[in-house]
C-alpha cells in the first residue's frame, strides 16, 4: 500500500458525525496506526524476513508504480508527473533489484505467490515496453504461474489495445479501471487526466480481450457534484454492467491541492459533498446494483457473479497474510511485522543501487494489535465469525471487544446473529469511523492514516 497522510481520531469522529466535510484521512486501512511506526522498527524488519514463514501463510506482492499523467486534486498518495523516460526505467530497474534482494531470504521459504498488485500512481502509465520487461525481471526471480489472482490498476486515458493486449499477455486477471466520474466537467475540475470518450474506448477494449474480471472504481461527493451527476454514474455504471464496482466516499487528506486552496483560502470545509450525502449516495448506488443481481461484499465493492469475482488481495490481506511491497513509500507485511519504503523517490533508488533494502521505518505489533488490525478490517466486509478469531487468537471476541460492540449496537448499525457480528447497511456506510471505537487507548488520541 502506498503511503497516506495522517490526522486525529477526535477530527476524524468529528468530521464524518456531522455534516461537513473537512480536511484529514477518513479511510482506515490499517493498524497499529502508521504514526506509531519507528525507525528503529526497521531492525525488526530484518529478523523477520531471516526467518522461515509461519506455517499456512499465503504470500502477495504488491508494487507501487508512481507516475501519472497529472495529479488529482483529491491525491494523496506517492506519485510523480515530473519524470522522463530515464527516470521511470531506473526505478523500475530499482524495483526488481529489490525483488532479487528479497529473494535471498528465509522468509519466502518455499512458497508461491497467492496474489499480485500493482497499485499507483498509475501503473497503466508505463509503455508496453516497459510493462513486459518489468514483469519479465519479476517472474524470474519469483514466478506467477500459481497466483490466483494478478491486479491491476489502469486510467483510461493511458488505454490503447496494444496496452490492453499486453497487459493481459502479462497474466492480468483483474484490471481495475479508475473512472471516478462519467462527467468530462467533474474530471477535470477534479484533476483527472482522462475524460468520458476514453472511458467507452478502454471499457470496450478491455472486454474484447475477455479479462476475468474488470472493475471499475467510482467517488461518491466529488468538487461539483451534483444529485443528477450522481445518478447518471450509476445509470452509466449498470449499463456498462462491470464485473464489480469499488465506490469510495470523497475525503480531503493535508497533502491535496484541494486542501492546499483551502488553507489560501482560509476555509474549513472541504467544497465536497457533506458525509450524509455520500453516504446516501453510495446507499443509492448499492441498491440499484442489487436491483440489478449483484452482491454488496464489503463497505466500498459490489460484485455481479459472487461465484466468479472475488477480491483476493483485499480479503488475504485483511486476514494476515503477508505481502511483500516494492517500490517508494509503500507498505508492507512479514512475519508479523509491518514495515515501509523509503518515501522519497532518490533515496529509494540509491539505497537498490546501493544493495540496500530500502526499508525506513516498521513496527511489530502486540498480539492483541494482531487482532485488532484483523477483527477491524474484516469488519468493513460487514461481518466478522467469532469462531475464526477464537481459533486464530485464542479470543472470545464478544468478551475482548464487549464496550465498543455494545456502543456500536446501540447506535443501531450492529447485531450479533450466532456466530457472526453484522454491520447493518448504514453501519456499513460509515464502517471507517467505528472502527475506530475498537483502538487502543494509546491510539485514540494519536495521528493515524
Not at 456531522?18 to 477518513?26: A, I, L, R, S, W
Not at 500459481?146 to 486477471?173: M, N, Q, S, Y
Request: net charge negative.
Amino acid at each position: 500500500m502506498s503511503e497516506k497522510t495522517e490526522t486525529t481520531i477526535e477530527q476524524a469522529k468529528t468530521s464524518s458525525k456531522g455534516k461537513d466535510t473537512t480536511v484529514g484521512n477518513y479511510f482506515v486501512s490499517n493498524y497499529p496506526p502508521f504514526s506509531s511506526w519507528k525507525n528503529e522498527g526497521a531492525d525488526e524488519f530484518e529478523a523477520a524476513i531471516a526467518r522461515p514463514p509461519s506455517p499456512d501463510t499465503p504470500l502477495g506482492l504488491y508494487l507501487h508504480i508512481p507516475f501519472c499523467r497529472k495529479r488529482c486534486h483529491f491525491c494523496y498518495f506517492r506519485v510523480y508527473t515530473d519524470k522522463n523516460a530515464a527516470a521511470i526505467n531506473g526505478y523500475l530497474k530499482a524495483a526488481a533489484k529489490e525483488l532479487e534482494l528479497y529473494r535471498q531470504q528465509p522468509f519466502i521459504g518455499d512458497r508461491d505467490l497467492d496474489f499480485i498488485y500493482f497499485g499507483g500512481g498509475t501503473p497503466s502509465y508505463l509503455s508496453v515496453d516497459q510493462l513486459t520487461q518489468l514483469t519479465d525481471d519479476l517472474k524470474r526471480t519469483l514466478p506467477w504461474d500459481k497466483a490466483r489472482e494478478v491486479a491491476f490498476e489502469c486510467e483510461p486515458g493511458t488505454l490503447t489495445p496494444h496496452k490492453l493486449k499486453a497487459i493481459r499477455d502479462i497474466g492480468v486477471t483483474r484490471l481495475s479501471l479508475g473512472i471516478e466520474n462519467f462527467d468530462d466537467h467533474i474530471l477535470e475540475i477534479n484533476g483527472r487526466a482522462h475524460r468520458t470518450k476514453e472511458i467507452g474506448r478502454a471499457y470496450e477494449y478491455a472486454r474484447e480481450l475477455e479479462f476475468p474480471q474488470i472493475n471499475i472504481d467510482l467517488i461518491a461527493g466529488m468538487v461539483e457534484e451534483t444529485e443528477d451527476n450522481w445518478k447518471r454514474c450509476i445509470e452509466k455504471t449498470l449499463e456498462l454492467s462491470p464485473d464489480s464496482v469499488t465506490i469510495y466516499q470523497m475525503e480531503v487528506p493535508y497533502n491535496t491541492t484541494i486542501y492546499k486552496e483551502m488553507r489560501e483560502a482560509g476555509k474549513l470545509v472541504a467544497p465536497v459533498a457533506d458525509w450524509e450525502t455520500k453516504r446516501r449516495w453510495v446507499k443509492e448506488a448499492f441498491a440499484a446494483l442489487e436491483a440489478e443481481g449483484y452482491t454488496i461484499g464489503s463497505a466500498y465493492t459490489a460484485v455481479k457473479d459472487k461465484t466468479k469475482t472475488s477480491f483476493i488481495y483485499r480479503d488475504q490481506l485483511w486476514a494476515g497474510a503477508d505481502l511483500l511491497a516494492l517500490g517508494v513509500a509503500s507498505f508492507g507485511h512479514i512475519g508479523g511485522t509491518h514495515y515501509q519504503n523509503q518515501h522519497d523517490f532518490e533515496p529509494y533508488v540509491n539505497d537498490l543501487l546501493d544493495g540496500k533494502l530500502p526499508v525506513y521505518r516498521g513496527l511489530t505489533p502486540s498480539d492483541d494489535e494482531r487482532l485488532i488490525r484483523e477483527f477491524i478490517l474484516q469488519l468493513k466486509l460487514g461481518r466478522s465469525s467469532c469462531q475464526y478469531f477464537n481459533e486464530k487468537f485464542n479470543t472470545d471476541v464478544l468478551k475482548r471487544f464487549a464496550a465498543p460492540l455494545q456502543q456500536i449496537k446501540d447506535w443501531g448499525f450492529l447485531t450479533v446473529e450466532g456466530d457472526e457480528i453484522r454491520l447493518n447497511r448504514d453501519g456499513l456506510l460509515q464502517v471507517d469511523r467505528l472502527l475506530h471505537e475498537f483502538f487502543l487507548p494509546e491510539h485514540r488520541n494519536v495521528r493515524y492514516a
